[in-house]
């Protein structure tokens, strides 16, 4: 008799998101919400929570077209606080369907991705730079890691993702480099006290690779859709 070999089991994800609504002025809106926990350090550029720190959850919150207030970092702190997300955390917003969402991972590397393509171009333009208030549209990267990075590789994870959009926008059809309004956040565990950091998150380091396939696989996904 041959003994039967059991199925692989899919990988515990790192990254669970979610899926919210909510009801705005009388407009149907959703969010994708991840309660990371404790024992997380992340860099991001969202409106609420940027910067490097520990954070315990992150909120992609969709909003209307016509969005006006000029307090995004309350409206998102409120929001997360609604949805039962407690102590520090990313708040990032976009018009786009966040429902539609790409989501990938890569030895052992995560990343969700969604992506409001209305308003793109290229990052080098001729247009005159202004001082504005975040709108929405957007594509907000998240990723995960399951292993401690120094300041220096968090930054560096920051360029790989972003250039791995780049790259799925192109290989999805879309001739521009993003919107004016991209934001990404990457976070990494907290270290035990014995625990090597990990000083690189370049393309071509093990967990930048991983990075980088991760949302390239994203981001096309959440393109497509």
């Given at each position: 008799m041959t003994a039967s070999v059991?199925?692989?089991r899919p990988p515990i994800s790192l990254l669970p998101v979610q899926q919210l609504t909510r009801l705005e002025d009388g407009e149907r809106l959703h969010s994708l919400l991840w309660q990371a926990g404790n024992g997380w350090r992340m860099i991001s550029?969202?409106?609420?929570g940027g910067g490097i720190g520990v954070r315990s959850w992150v909120l992609n919150a969709q909003v209307s077209h016509g969005y006006q207030r000029t307090d995004p970092h309350r409206h998102l702190a409120e929001l997360a606080r609604e949805a039962g997300a407690h102590g520090p955390g990313v708040g990032l917003m976009t018009a786009a369907d966040v429902r539609a969402y790409g989501h990938a991972h890569d030895g052992g590397a995560e990343a969700v991705a969604t992506a409001g393509l209305g308003v793109r171009g290229w990052a080098a333009s001729p247009r005159q730079g202004a001082a504005l208030a975040p709108t929405p549209g957007t594509i907000n990267i998240v990723v995960a890691l399951p292993v401690p990075l120094t300041d220096a590789a968090l930054v560096n994870a920051v360029a790989?993702?972003?250039e791995a959009k780049v790259q799925a926008l192109l290989d999805a059809g879309f001739d521009c480099s993003g919107t004016p309004t991209d934001a990404v956040c990457v976070a990494a565990r907290i270290p035990d006290s014995?625990?090597?950091?990990?000083?690189?998150?370049?393309p071509r380091s093990l967990w930048g690779a991983r990075?980088?396939?991760a949302v390239h696989h994203a981001v096309g996904a959440a393109a497509r859709l």
């Open positions: 059991p199925p692989l550029s969202a409106v609420l790989t993702a972003t014995d625990e090597e950091l990990h000083a690189f998150a370049g990075v980088a396939r």
